[in-house]
C-alpha cells in the first residue's frame, strides 16, 4: 500500500475527509502512530495475545502473517579458555527483536565431523543447575545442548567437553519504519528524502490502519473513533 493511499485511509477514519475535523495532524504524528502500531501488533502475534490467541507461528495464518520477519544470520563466538564451559557470540544484530532458534554444529575427539546439536533456550538463572543435571547438561553424545541470552549476547553452553562450530542465528526482527517523502522523520528528526513503504501485505496494513487510528484517537481524546477502531484492530487480529 502506497503512503498517500496510507494517509487517505487514517484521514477519512479520523477526519471524515469533508469534514476537516482534527485537520492539524501532521505527517509525522501519522508517521510515529503507524510505526508504533506495527511494533504493537507484532508483539501480539510472536506472543499470541491477539483475538485468537495464537503466537510464534501456532497457525497458518500466523505463519503467513509474521514470516517476513524471519531471518538469519550467521555469529562469531568466542572461548575464553579451554576449560570454559560456554562460547559466547559478538553483539546481537541491530535489528534482532525476539528469538526463534540457534543451529550450531559441536566437534568432539569422539565426533571429528562437524554434528548439528539440538539447543534450546534456558534461563540464566537455571544455568547451574543444568550443567550438572545429566539428562540436561551438554552433550556431544547425546547432541545437544542449550543457550541463554544477556547483556545483548547469546552464550551457548559446552561444559568444556566440546568445541563449536560457527551458528546460525533465527530470529524475528523489527519491522521497518515508514517513512514520508518531505516529511519529518520523528526516530531521526530529518526531512525524509524518500518515500518508504510499509512491507506488510495490504491486509495486515489495513489492521495496522485501525491501531495507528486508535492511538491518534487516544491522543486528540476523540473517544468515538478510538473505541471504533480499537474494536476493528482486536476483532480481526
Known sequence: MTNNLLQVKIKQRLNKLASFDYDNLECW????AFNKAQLEWFRRQVHGHNQGKEGDES???????VQLMIVDTKL??????ESATYYETDLLPDDYLYFKRLSVNCIS???PTPRPL?????????????LVD???????TWGETFCTISNNK???YTNGEFKLGKPTLYYFRKPVDIEILNCINPSTGAVSTTDVECEFKDDIVELLIDETCSILAGDIESMNQYQRTKQNATLNN
Open 154 to 156: 547469546i552464550k551457548i
Open 134 to 140: 545429566d539428562f540436561r547438561k551438554p552433550s556431544a
Open 29 to 32: 504524528q501519522i508517521i510515529e
Open 118 to 130: 539440538i539447543t534450546y533456550l534456558a534461563q540464566v538463572g537455571d544455568v547451574d543447575n543444568l
Open 76 to 81: 562469531t563466538t568466542w572461548n575464553a579458555t
Open 59 to 65: 497457525t497458518k495464518m500466523n505463519i503467513d502473517d
Open 109 to 111: 575427539d569422539c565426533c
